[in-house]
């Protein structure tokens, strides 16, 4: 998994926010559900794969990190508010 220029590795957490917050990567959430959007990022390269269904409507290539997990490599954009 890529983010902006540096490597980490998904850690087999139940969800790819779970893996970056082990891995003290700053991303933001706010529900942990699929609900609110907060956790919104932009997926530049890869697949994941739904854990639930989620509530907002989002972009192409938008994903929610608290309700996903990676199935191929990925590369994401975490936006900076």
């Not at 890529?2 to 590795?9: A, C, Q, R, W």
């Not at 990022?41 to 972009?59: A, F, N, P, Q, S």
């Amino acid at each position: 998994m890529k983010v902006g220029n540096n490597t980490f590795y998904y850690q087999y957490e139940p969800s790819l926010l779970d893996s970056l917050e082990a891995q003290e990567i700053q991303a933001p959430y706010n529900c942990r559900a699929g609900y609110c959007g907060r956790c919104k990022v932009r997926l530049l390269t890869g697949e994941v794969k739904y854990l639930d269904e989620g509530m907002v409507d989002l972009k192409e290539e938008e994903i929610l990190t608290c309700i996903c997990v990676p199935k191929t490599h990925i590369e994401i954009e975490i936006p900076e508010d």
